[in-house]
């Protein structure tokens, strides 16, 4: 008869060597691993604010309304979406009415993203309170509207959102002060939004068709060019469309069939001389290469899509070393 040690023993054996025989499997056969910005996603708003019943979403507008009016006198809606130090008082205002005069739900089930997301529905149903918040601002600098404008594009083309929508939501918000911080890292952040919205009011952010109507999945992935140069098999073999840029704004935008095999042209000896020419002579840390990746059996396969859809990119986001379409 085996004593109860021996068998305890033998059972802590075969269970070190069933975790070695996982573990060198896993090693074999690692689980894929997505781009983090793969799996993003804005707050849905919509579907959450549904299914609180309808006192209580009455509730929460008025709690928004009485927590804007606190700060109408200084601040404009805007404010809550620029700086982070009014939206959060913002917020705790509203969350304080709430708790104070409510009866139908919790506050803690009240998202900052939702509370966010209702003031902007408000204010384009025409229910805020008139502001007389609208104070003189210190003017933007050039810099700062390039930063802004590629930092929104970025958002867009990930979430496949309005800017407003975007900056509402606590994860659009981090998505876009990560774009910032990606561009210039000393940028002023709050003056960066500042410099979107601005760019977005005076339309000269205008909505990209041709990203907002394609029905295909469209994987969205940013790395330095000098990323790229050094290893180019984190490119996928995919078809789509890369965008150079850098600090001075976006630099060229092509189109593929295998973007990794195109890209493989670019950084041995360019078609491009002028942009072969300012990789060479820029700091290749400074340079980022977007890629708006295709699945190879969607329409984007299809070479006069991807034109169609490079050449819209092109339109609006002007690379200074691109010929117009």
């Avoid at 068998?7 to 090693?27: D, N, W």
């Avoid at 790395?223 to 995919?238: F, K, M, R």
């Amino acid at each position: 008869m085996f004593s109860l040690g021996i068998v305890a023993r033998f059972v802590m054996v075969l269970l070190c060597l069933f975790g070695l025989l996982k573990a060198a499997r896993a090693q074999e056969n690692p689980d894929p691993v997505p781009p983090p910005e793969a799996s993003l996603k804005l707050f849905a708003v919509d579907e959450s604010w549904q299914q609180f019943p309808a006192e209580a979403r009455k509730e929460i507008d008025r709690s928004v309304l009485v927590a804007y009016a606190s700060i109408s006198s200084e601040h404009t809606s805007d404010a809550v979406l620029i700086d982070d130090g009014i939206r959060n008082a913002f917020l705790a205002a509203v969350r304080k009415h709430f708790q104070e005069t409510a009866s139908s739900a919790s506050p803690s089930d009240l998202s900052d993203s939702m509370l966010a997301w209702r003031l902007l529905s408000l204010r384009k149903a025409g229910k805020l309170p008139p502001s007389n918040g609208r104070t003189s601002q210190p003017r933007l600098a050039d810099r700062e509207r390039v930063v802004g404008e590629i930092a929104s594009r970025r958002a867009e083309d990930q979430f496949h959102a309005s800017l407003d929508r975007i900056l509402v939501d606590e994860t659009g918000r981090s998505f876009f002060a990560a774009a910032v911080q990606q561009i210039d890292s000393e940028a002023n952040l709050a003056h960066i939004r500042r410099a979107a919205l601005a760019l977005r009011k005076s339309r000269q952010l205008r909505p990209e068709l041709a990203a907002r109507l394609v029905d295909w999945p469209v994987l969205q992935q940013s790395y330095h060019y000098s990323a790229i140069a050094a290893d180019l098999s984190i490119v996928p073999e995919q078809p789509g469309v890369y965008l150079f840029r850098d600090g001075t704004g976006y630099l060229y935008i092509g189109e593929a069939k295998n973007l990794r095999s195109r890209l493989s042209t670019h950084i041995a000896d360019s078609d491009r001389k002028s942009l072969f020419d300012y990789l060479q002579t820029t700091e290749s840390s400074q340079v980022h290469v977007d890629l708006h990746v295709f699945p190879e059996d969607s329409p984007g396969a299809t070479l006069s899509v991807r034109r169609a859809y490079e050449s819209e990119l092109i339109r609006s986001r002007n690379p200074q070393f691109n010929l117009r379409p």
